[in-house]
């Protein structure tokens, strides 16, 4: 990163996450681009105007924007495009195909984001998150969210791969039990009443802060994908 405050794109930034990991990087003196497709615009908007209201700068991009358009209107605005968080919380609304498709949308925004960041000789990075399938079991989205992970993790790959010669580093977050709106107005009461070896769920702020350091503070490694889930997968929960 130069000394010129980074650009972030923040994909889902409408969603409690989105939102929360919007609020910090603009805290944080970033200049922040927010976007959300699923009608949450102005969630976006609020969230760019509190920015503003403390001194930062923040932008909110209309839902109709396309993959390809939103990298390039972030590329307008600000010159440059530095990093990219994609934000997806599925919930109460949410249609078990768009889980199956969105994979591929987000492949192709990745692409586009790592093309940009290349054209515009930015060294930038890309996180992408997915929940594990636990987090969803007994509900309609659960094969669909098992599916769409291991498509994540493949796209985070490929990204790799393919840019990480030219200084593009692509990770993704594996999220556990995370205390969000959207996923426990959704969730099991079995679900709801689980801990994972920590003794609690984790918090939006928690994933946000861990998702920065990923794109701004990581400078080595790429093409993973981490479980933070407070050691659910540590097989010793019963999930």
């Keep these: 990163m130069t000394n010129v405050s980074p650009v972030a794109l923040v994909h889902g930034a409408g969603c409690s996450l989105g939102n929360e990991l919007a609020a910090i990087l603009g805290a944080q003196g970033m200049r922040v681009v927010l976007y959300d497709q699923h009608h949450r615009e102005q969630a976006c908007e609020d969230t760019a105007a509190k920015i503003r209201a403390f001194g930062g700068n923040a932008d909110a991009l209309p839902a109709t924007l396309s993959n390809s358009n939103i990298i390039a209107e972030t590329v307008k605005l600000h010159g440059r495009i530095d990093l990219l968080f994609n934000c997806l919380v599925p919930g109460v609304g949410t249609a078990v195909a768009s889980l199956f498709s969105y994979p591929q949308e987000l492949f192709f925004r990745n692409l586009s984001a790592a093309e940009a960041m290349v054209a515009c000789g930015t060294p930038g990075a890309i996180v992408n998150q997915c929940f594990v399938g636990a987090l969803f079991q ?34 993704n977050i594996q999220l556990g039990l995370i205390d969000l709106p959207e996923v426990k107005a959704l969730a099991t009461e079995k679900t709801l009443s689980r801990k994972p070896p920590v003794g609690r769920w984790g918090t939006a702020a928690e994933v946000a802060k861990f998702m920065i350091f990923l794109g701004a503070r990581n400078g080595y490694m790429t093409g993973q994908s981490i479980c933070f889930d407070g050691g659910q997968t540590a097989g010793n929960t019963g999930i």
């Excluded at 309609?140 to 985070?156: D, F, H, K, Q």
């Design 138 to 171: 007994d509900t309609p989205l659960e094969a669909a969210i098992v599916m769409a992970r291991g498509a994540i993790s493949s796209a985070t790959r490929e990204i790799c791969c393919k840019f990480g010669k030219a200084g593009i580093r692509i990770n």
